[in-house]
T-cell receptor, first 112, second 116 residues
């Protein structure tokens, strides 16, 4: 049974810092890994999707990497801003299905 | 292109009642999935529909059901509501087309259900 864990559970940093969020999964037979952000009481916004054949994806100040063999992904946020404050979730899908298994999330606060 | 829409955004019901939630996917998307989000359990998969057929189902009791229409819009129904059904219900759509393709999921804003 696939289990997804995110560390740390919460993170508070000053504006301008570069930071790394971690995601680990127990079954390496994944198809996609997707990173989302969720603002309080809102839906999920897709940030990056990495297919199993890829090693990383970049979008603006965000870079996500994937190491399937070790069951790990990292989300790197460069030059953090207060607007980055949100909960970040990673999710994996396996096989021919859209079913996502989510991690527990990292709550990020960036203060001015 | 409009995003995923969900109605209603907020609902308050009492125990024992039933509720129907609606989801309209992104235009052209035929795959719709539903998730329940609670503080204690996080995000849990409910079910997945493609071309009016349920492709996958999560580990929820039979009180939770869903369906998809020919225009890809989907509804989920919860009967005999319990206090523990209070949650944010999220719908997602993807461009899945029946094969092993690149299936980025796009989520709606959710329906906040409160059971009293």
């Amino acid at each position: 049974k696939q289990e997804v864990t995110q560390i740390p559970a919460a993170l508070s940093v000053p504006e301008g810092e570069n930071l790394v969020l971690n995601c680990s999964f127990t079954d390496s037979a994944i198809y996609n890994l997707q990173w989302f952000r969720q603002d309080p009481g809102k839906g999920l916004t897709s940030l990056l999707l990495i297919q199993s054949s890829q090693r990383e994806q970049t979008s603006g100040r965000l870079n996500a990497s994937l190491d399937k063999s070790s069951g790990r992904s990292t989300l790197y946020i460069a030059a953090s801003q207060p607007g980055d404050s949100a909960t970040y979730l990673c999710a994996v899908s396996g096989g021919n299905t859209d079913k996502l298994i989510f991690g527990t999330g990292t709550r990020l606060q960036v203060f001015p | 292109k409009a995003g995923v829409t969900q109605t209603p955004r907020y609902l308050i019901k009492t125990r024992g009642q039933q509720v129907t939630l609606s989801c309209s996917p992104i235009s052209g998307h035929r795959s719709v999935s539903w998730y329940q989000q609670t503080p204690g359990q996080g995000l849990q998969f409910l079910f997945e529909y493609f071309s009016e057929t349920q492709r996958n189902k999560g580990n929820f009791p039979g009180r939770f059901s869903g369906r998809q229409f020919s225009n890809s819009r989907s509804e989920m129904n919860v009967s005999t509501l319990e206090l523990g059904d209070s949650a944010l219900y999220l719908c997602a759509s993807s461009p899945f087309s029946g094969g092993t393709t690149y299936n980025e999921q796009f989520f709606g804003p959710g329906t906040r259900l409160t059971v009293l």
